[in-house]
């Protein structure tokens, strides 16, 4: 029984710690019950976090009969069993799946409040929900997410059907079910709470990771950037920064008479290592950095600094 989805993602952290696919993963939360738990297991293991939504493809005169499921991108999964049952029109199926389509897609921007989506192609993904009864939705969130260029595709949730489990398990790369309980009856019996996560919930969560992963770059490229300079100029920059980032521009350094030498290849693996993302992203966060630094400090500051850096990886850092 988990207290919240919040616990239930502290456990589901813990079950995918031994089953992790080295750096450059992704966490994405199935909207909206899954981003609760897709943030703490996002935190918890240190991994970007981003959404996705899957929208159920309701018969029109009887919505809660599920004909299907899309997902952004043009992903699709149709039960022609019901389709035909129900004697639904090509036209009227058609339709439908458009509007769920448009939906799907509205409703990711609003969450991202303008934000792009997090880059999958070519890395690991973890899809996350807060309990999978039969798997529709989250088979659907795969196929979206191997369209999208997701080199490995892992299925984790807290709790779920041990059928849904073993259906699954040959359309993904992995799957983590933290419980599996017998008789399953249905995800909400297993959460103390689990009352509806709201829209809002789901942008104040995005919102808060943004922030969380803004934080981890800053620091990272500052402390790469800071123990390639000469103690001299590391304390010349830190005098120019605003009081909030000085603190951790100096959060744990230790004065050097010669600093360390790298290539720059060396520095954006640094910060690609301490900021928790693939060398390539790393390239454009170090620029980004050093641009908003730039609005901080005068140039002459900033130049100066510069002046010591190496040429490769003042090349690398010139904006």
């Known amino acids: 029984m988990f207290r919240d989805r919040r616990h239930a993602g502290a456990v589901l952290a813990d079950a995918l710690r031994a089953h992790r696919d080295g750096i450059g993963e992704v966490v994405l939360g199935l909207a909206r019950g899954g981003v609760p738990v897709a943030m703490e297991v996002a935190t918890r293991l240190g991994l970007e976090l981003d959404v996705l939504v899957v929208r159920k493809v309701g018969v029109p005169w009887h919505q809660e009969l599920a004909m299907g499921a899309v997902a952004g991108g043009g992903v699709r999964y149709l ?18 799946i458009e509007r769920e389509f448009e939906e799907a897609e509205r409703r990711e921007r609003s969450y991202r409040d303008g934000r792009p989506p997090v880059a999958v192609e070519g890395r690991p993904a973890i899809v996350v929900d807060d309990g999978m009864a039969t798997g529709a939705s989250m088979r659907v969130a795969v196929a979206a997410l191997r369209q999208r260029g997701a080199t490995r595709c892992t299925v984790a949730v807290p709790v779920a059907a041990r059928a ?14 933290a419980a599996t309980p017998k008789p399953f009856l249905g995800v909400g019996l297993w959460y103390e709470d689990f009352s509806e996560t709201t829209d809002d ?72 290592r301490e900021a928790m993302l693939e060398p390539e992203y790393a390239r454009d966060a170090i620029k980004a950095v050093i641009a908003t630094i730039r609005h901080e400090i005068t140039p002459a500051a900033l130049d100066k600094v510069l002046d010591t850096v190496p040429d490769r990886i003042f090349e690398l850092i010139a904006v």
């Not at 039960?79 to 439908?96: F, K, S």
Request: glycine content about 4%; overall charge negative; aromatic content about 4%.
């Open 79 to 96: 039960n022609r069993d019901v389709v035909r049952e129900v004697g639904i029109a090509a036209e009227d199926v058609t339709a439908a």
């Open 201 to 272: 919930e789901v942008r104040r969560l995005l919102a808060e990771e943004n922030r969380r992963i803004s934080y981890q770059v800053l620091r990272a490229v500052l402390h790469t950037l800071r123990d390639r300079l000469p103690t001299e100029q590391t304390a010349h920059l830190g005098a120019q920064l605003p009081m909030l980032v000085r603190g951790l521009y100096y959060e744990g350094w230790r004065p050097r008479n010669k600093p360390e030498k790298i290539t720059a290849d060396e520095f954006v693996d640094q910060v690609a």
């Open 164 to 177: 849904a489990c073993a259906e699954l398990r040959g359309e993904v790369d992995e799957i983590i079910c």
